[in-house]
């Protein structure tokens, strides 16, 4: 069953413009992952956020965790076209290696 | 730099074939995954392996086996090849500690069954 679901499902903005991706999940979880996926190759870990976290950051990336909602972000700054991809949230549960994975938000950059 | 290979990039083969996908991690990874993603439906987890030897059914198991005889390598073996298993098929793996399991992909293998 799907853990993660991402909304929306595609996002088009102008290059420069912010990005905000959020993610659902249904069962308590260790941490949450998001990925990136470039058209037609791997993931690409991005950044973990624990459970006991609320906020995190990584160059342009800022990702939030509220876990009495289930939910997170994920906010790109600055976006460029490089940017352009598929992001995908991962979660796990605790003492268990397998993460789940969301359907995905496509993003593209216009330039 | 961290690196997990798959032996093809692109794969056609016929109804009815038997199929190897192969993939091999140079982390010394103890967990090795393989992922399916389709369109509209994201990744599914096929099978995992914790350890040599050792494996775990996911959530889309049926029509797939695999095989880890070695720590680097893990394969995903379609015993008879069907067309609804045209897929991107993805590897992945990581480290056992399970409260930083970040998982690194191989860059995927596109089958497609005719």
């Known amino acids: 069953s799907q853990q993660g679901e991402e909304d929306p499902q595609a996002l088009s903005i102008q290059e420069g413009e912010n990005a905000t991706m959020n993610c659902s999940y249904k069962?308590?979880?260790?941490?949450l992952q998001w990925y990136r996926q470039n058209s037609g190759r791997g993931l690409v870990h991005l950044i973990l956020?624990?459970?006991?976290?609320r906020e995190k950051h990584s160059g342009r990336l800022r990702v939030t965790l509220d876990t009495s909602k289930k939910s997170s972000s994920l906010l790109i700054t600055a976006s460029r076209a490089a940017d352009t991809a598929s992001y995908f949230c991962?979660?796990?549960?605790?003492?268990?290696?397998?993460?789940?994975f969301g359907t995905g938000t496509r993003l593209t950059i216009i330039p | 730099d961290v690196k997990v290979t798959q032996s093809s990039r692109y794969l056609v083969k016929r109804t009815g074939e038997k199929v190897f996908l192969e993939c091999v991690q140079d982390?010394?990874?103890?967990?090795m995954f393989w992922y399916r993603q389709d369109p509209g439906l994201g990744l599914r987890l096929i099978y995992f392996?914790?350890?040599?030897?050792?494996?775990e059914k996911g959530d889309i198991p049926e029509g797939y086996s695999v095989s880890r005889e070695k720590k680097e390598r893990f394969s995903l073996i379609l015993e008879s090849a069907s067309t609804n298993q045209t897929s991107m098929y993805l590897c992945?793996?990581?480290?056992?500690?399970?409260?930083?399991?970040?998982?690194?992909f191989g860059p995927g293998t596109r089958l497609t069954v005719l």
């Open positions: 992945a793996s990581s480290f056992m500690e399970s409260s930083y399991n970040e998982q690194f």
């Open positions: 069962t308590s979880i260790n941490n």
């Open positions: 956020i624990r459970s006991n976290e």
């Open positions: 991962a979660t796990d549960n605790f003492g268990n290696e397998k993460l789940t």
């Open positions: 982390m010394d990874h103890e967990n």
């Open positions: 392996s914790y350890d040599v030897k050792m494996k």
